[in-house]
């Protein structure tokens, strides 16, 4: 922690704004102005876990990708790795998906350059229509059968139909277990893919079978733990 104090300036500047907004308790309104962007959250440690990851441990910056057309952003939150990649990648266009009516509000008011970018209010899910959705309010929601609300679902084919996507990034609490495997076979015109894994005691654990999946598919495999 003192050596990324000393040597990390965007480490720098999260600890900063950590110890003037973080005395908040849970799940309560709050605007945040970083890295070049003003947030206004719902809840700041998710807002703060994300805000290390992108801008911390900057897992979202890839030169080979500088060209970047288009960016797919499937769980965008509250809108942290879509304000980066319209910064990080200036001739990109991205497309962001969020399931959660609650989030989806402020994804919309914290993304400023609208002109590079589509935000969609549904969850991306193996088929279109609709599907229950447990919302928490936060970075947590997640599709579920015992989900308390019904948001409308789009068909990950349907979210792949574009002749190059440069990256699909995909952190949806679980609900990559399903898409992924529906994908085999199918993400040719995907250059790079970022998927947080989550495995439940309750739940089959597919991992290898969609790493074994991806393989096949030509993908080449990083995995590091958040």
Request: with cysteine.
């Amino acid at each position: 922690h003192a050596k990324r104090l000393v040597l990390e300036s965007n480490y720098r500047k999260i600890a900063f704004l950590r110890t003037i907004y973080g005395f908040r308790g849970r799940h309560s309104e709050v605007t945040i102005p970083a890295f070049g962007c003003t947030y206004t959250v719902p809840d700041h440690p998710s807002f703060f876990s994300v805000l290390d990851e992108v801008y911390g441990n900057s897992i979202y910056d890839i030169p080979e990708m500088n060209g970047a057309g288009l960016i797919i952003d499937v769980g965008a939150n509250v809108g942290i790795c879509t304000n980066y990649f319209l910064q990080r990648y200036p001739n990109t266009n991205v497309i962001s998906y969020e399931a959660d009516p609650r989030v989806f509000k402020f994804l919309k008011a914290n993304v400023e350059d609208t002109s590079r970018v589509h935000l969609v209010n549904a969850a991306v899910w193996t088929e279109s229509g609709a599907i229950r959705f447990d919302s928490q309010g936060d970075d947590t929601g997640k599709i579920s059968e015992d989900g308390g609300i019904s948001v409308d679902s789009i068909s990950i084919h349907e979210v792949l139909q574009h002749d190059h996507i440069d990256l699909l990034k995909m952190d949806i609490e679980g609900a990559e277990n399903a898409l992924l495997l529906e994908c085999a076979g199918r993400l040719g015109n995907v250059s790079r893919l970022y998927f947080e894994y989550h495995s439940s005691y309750d739940q089959p654990q597919n991992l290898g079978r969609i790493l074994g999946n991806l393989q096949s598919d030509g993908f080449r495999i990083h995995i590091h733990s958040v």
